[in-house]
């Protein structure tokens, strides 16, 4: 294949089959939540961590990890705390986020162009040293979200209940956004911090139009996951495109495929003769 | 005082208070071992604020709870308790199966590896709300009543001591609620402590051994269901089954005696 004659392609694709995995693991806590969008409001919050690292001169990917996972436990605790569905500490999440990246890249001086490498990601410029780091840290979220499957279903599911059940639901609770803050950082360097939640979410909502249960979901959010991933990084290279746009795209184009197949089969089944 | 050894759940002196008003004040309620507990009363009475207290789900601002003699704050053993809400919050984005949701229900029980037993308790509970036929269907597939009969398996799939339900017949039909008093009593046999919240007791009637009456979130009335001698609870239960006596009560708003007039627990003479 031409594709892997390239180093950089190979790390790309590795990138974007580490991305595939997790992002989906991760959300499909938050759309059995209800809470889709907590993985866009972190993607926009993590754009004030990447701005925070340029300006103290250190690296981008630990700030934005620090700083998006503060945001999303204030987040989760104003959740929990109050009665609301924390959508309007979400709304601040999101204004705040993106107003105090452009803010402080501002003064730290930095040129568009790396604001738009990680509004978009840049996929192609992976280099080997990074592919450790989100390497170790998708090993990480993967430990958590497939380890903990059956506990975060639960309180994902009923929270009353998982409290009675004597889980420790809040701690589960912070260990969910945090990952997903994770999650999020390691995501942003393939798809982008706007195109982030598309590949947390669109797998998940993609598989659960054929599937029963919630670990048949899960197992078939992860292959979605890592097939769009990996087709659009490597379609991506063939047709000249952005590759996290081309992976968000494909992601959507299956999310339809799978909407028509289910509405077919319901068809089927309606005029089918008992 | 008298001994805690067999106090399953205890409310001292207890006040909830959500906003301003209290929800539930200076209420007294100790359950011992093996009793059958039927809290009634009217809408917004307090019913299940006293058993969101008495489970630590919200706490009293004044007073004491306490479960299996241990204040709430140093309990740990909640595999001793099953608990079935009177509603499920937000629905699930992802889908669920019935057993996926049952199986909640035993990570109560805190060792990792128990898959037989897991299985075999799954499977016992759904028999005995009559939904092991739906095993792998989707829960959101399911009728308003067939998804309570789920949340109550979940409960019963922990194998708890003590088992709290609120209304867990609401919106259940007749047939099944005789299959859940039947499967109740088995447990009950085993020496289960029960708190229900009811506002029609229905078929479940001959099980309870003492009723509680919430009026304004005070304690209106606690002692006998009216029109049963204590005594041979499961020899009432089966002929009351038998009978296919399941004439819905009007729901109990009101103090529950009416002296003078020999009438059943529900005021009908
Ligand atoms: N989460 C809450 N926030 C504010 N007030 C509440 C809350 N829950 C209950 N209340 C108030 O507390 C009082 C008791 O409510 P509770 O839910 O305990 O009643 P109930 O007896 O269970 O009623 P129902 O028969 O309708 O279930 C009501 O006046 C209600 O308005
Ligand atoms: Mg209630």
């Given at each position: 294949?031409?594709?892997l004659?390239?180093?950089f392609?190979?790390?790309?694709?590795i990138?974007?089959?580490?991305v595939?995995?997790?992002?989906?693991?991760?959300g499909?806590?938050?759309?059995?939540?209800?809470m889709?969008?907590?993985?866009?409001?972190?993607?926009?919050?993590?754009?004030?961590?990447v701005?925070?690292?340029f300006?103290?001169?250190?690296?981008?990917?630990?700030?934005?990890?620090i700083?998006?996972?503060?945001?999303?436990i204030?987040?989760?605790l104003?959740?929990?705390s109050?009665r609301?569905s924390?959508?309007?500490?979400?709304?601040?999440?999101?204004?705040?986020?993106?107003?105090?990246?452009?803010?402080?890249m501002?003064?730290?001086?930095?040129?568009n162009?790396?604001?738009?490498?990680?509004?978009?990601g840049?996929?192609l410029?992976?280099?080997?040293e990074?592919?450790?780091?989100?390497?170790?840290l998708?090993?990480a979220?993967?430990?958590?979200?497939?380890?903990?499957?059956k506990?975060?279903?639960a309180?994902?599911h009923?929270?009353e209940?998982?409290?009675?059940?004597?889980?420790?639901?809040?701690f589960?609770n912070l260990?969910?956004?945090?990952?997903?803050?994770v999650?999020?950082?390691v995501?942003?360097?393939?798809?982008g911090?706007?195109?982030?939640s598309?590949?947390?979410?669109?797998?998940?909502?993609?598989?659960?139009?054929?599937?029963?249960?919630?670990?048949?979901?899960?197992a078939?959010?992860?292959t979605?996951?890592v097939?769009?991933?990996?087709?659009?990084?490597?379609?991506?290279?063939?047709?000249?495109?952005?590759?996290?746009?081309?992976i968000?795209?494909?992601a959507?184009?299956?999310?339809?495929?799978?909407?028509?197949?289910?509405?077919?089969?319901?068809a089927?089944?309606?005029w089918t003769?008992q | 005082?008298e001994?805690?050894?067999?106090?399953?759940?205890?409310?001292d002196?207890?006040r909830?208070?959500y906003e301003?008003?209290?929800?539930?004040?200076?209420?007294?309620i100790s359950?011992?071992r093996?009793?059958?507990?039927?809290?009634l009363?009217?809408n917004?009475?307090?019913?299940t604020?006293?058993?969101?207290?008495?489970l630590?789900?919200?706490?009293?601002?004044?007073?004491?709870?306490r479960?299996?003699?241990?204040?709430?704050?140093?309990?740990h053993q909640?595999?001793?308790?099953?608990?079935?809400p009177?509603?499920?919050g937000?629905?699930?984005?992802?889908?669920?199966?019935?057993?996926?949701?049952?199986a909640?229900?035993?990570l109560t029980?805190k060792?990792?590896?128990?898959?037989?037993?897991?299985?075999?308790a799954i499977?016992?509970?759904l028999d005995?709300?009559?939904?092991?036929?739906?095993?792998r269907?989707?829960?959101?597939?399911?009728?308003?009543?067939?998804?309570?009969?789920?949340l109550?398996?979940?409960?019963?799939?922990?194998?708890p001591?003590?088992l709290?339900l609120?209304?867990?017949?609401?919106?259940?039909?007749?047939?099944s609620?005789?299959?859940?008093?039947?499967?109740?009593?088995?447990?009950?046999?085993t020496?289960?402590?029960?708190?229900?919240?009811t506002h029609?007791?229905?078929?479940?009637?001959?099980?309870?051994?003492?009723?509680?009456?919430?009026?304004?979130?005070?304690?209106a009335?606690?002692?006998?269901p009216h029109?049963?001698?204590?005594?041979?609870?499961?020899g009432?239960?089966?002929?009351?089954?038998?009978?296919g006596?399941?004439?819905?009560?009007?729901p109990i708003?009101?103090?529950?005696?009416?002296?003078?007039?020999?009438?059943n627990?529900?005021?009908e003479?």
């Amino acid at each position: 294949m031409e594709i892997l004659q390239y180093d950089f392609m190979v790390r790309a694709l590795i990138a974007a089959l580490l991305v595939g995995l997790t992002a989906p693991a991760v959300g499909i806590y938050l759309v059995q939540r209800r809470m889709a969008l907590m993985g866009d409001g972190i993607g926009h919050i993590a754009l004030t961590g990447v701005a925070a690292g340029f300006f103290f001169n250190t690296s981008p990917v630990w700030t934005a990890v620090i700083v998006a996972a503060l945001g999303g436990i204030i987040v989760e605790l104003i959740r929990s705390s109050t009665r609301t569905s924390g959508d309007v500490a979400l709304a601040m999440l999101f204004y705040g986020g993106i107003a105090g990246g452009v803010l402080l890249m501002g003064l730290a001086d930095t040129s568009n162009v790396n604001l738009m490498s990680y509004l978009f990601g840049s996929l192609l410029t992976t280099s080997a040293e990074d592919l450790w780091v989100i390497g170790g840290l998708a090993m990480a979220v993967l430990a958590v979200t497939l380890g903990g499957r059956k506990m975060l279903f639960a309180i994902c599911h009923d929270e009353e209940y998982a409290k009675v059940a004597g889980l420790p639901v809040r701690f589960l609770n912070l260990l969910l956004v945090v990952t997903a803050a994770v999650t999020v950082t390691v995501a942003m360097r393939v798809v982008g911090l706007l195109l982030v939640s598309a590949l947390m979410v669109v797998p998940v909502a993609a598989a659960s139009q054929l599937t029963r249960g919630f670990m048949a979901t899960l197992a078939l959010a992860l292959t979605i996951g890592v097939l769009v991933s990996v087709g659009g990084a490597g379609g991506s290279f063939y047709l000249d495109t952005a590759p996290g746009a081309t992976i968000v795209v494909t992601a959507i184009a299956v999310f339809l495929i799978t909407g028509s197949l289910a509405a077919f089969a319901k068809a089927v089944r309606r005029w089918t003769p008992q | 005082m008298e001994s805690r050894q067999d106090e399953i759940v205890a409310l001292d002196h207890a006040r909830v208070t959500y906003e301003r008003q209290p929800a539930i004040d200076d209420v007294n309620i100790s359950i011992r071992r093996g009793e059958v507990v039927a809290l009634l009363g009217a809408n917004g009475s307090g019913k299940t604020t006293v058993i969101r207290s008495s489970l630590g789900l919200v706490d009293v601002d004044h007073g004491e709870a306490r479960l299996f003699g241990t204040p709430l704050k140093r309990f740990h053993q909640w595999q001793r308790v099953g608990y079935v809400p009177q509603r499920l919050g937000a629905g699930s984005g992802v889908p669920a199966t019935v057993t996926e949701v049952v199986a909640s229900g035993r990570l109560t029980r805190k060792k990792l590896f128990n898959g037989r037993a897991d299985r075999k308790a799954i499977a016992e509970a759904l028999d005995a709300v009559g939904l092991a036929d739906r095993a792998r269907e989707p829960v959101s597939t399911l009728s308003g009543g067939q998804q309570q009969r789920v949340l109550i398996a979940r409960a019963l799939a922990g194998e708890p001591e003590l088992l709290v339900l609120d209304e867990p017949t609401v919106g259940v039909d007749a047939a099944s609620q005789q299959a859940l008093a039947a499967a109740l009593l088995d447990r009950i046999r085993t020496g289960i402590t029960m708190l229900l919240v009811t506002h029609e007791m229905g078929v479940l009637a001959p099980l309870i051994t003492r009723t509680i009456t919430m009026h304004d979130g005070h304690v209106a009335y606690d002692g006998a269901p009216h029109g049963f001698e204590p005594g041979d609870l499961a020899g009432r239960a089966d002929a009351h089954c038998e009978r296919g006596d399941l004439e819905q009560p009007p729901p109990i708003d009101e103090h529950p005696h009416a002296p003078g007039v020999t009438a059943n627990m529900w005021g009908e003479k």
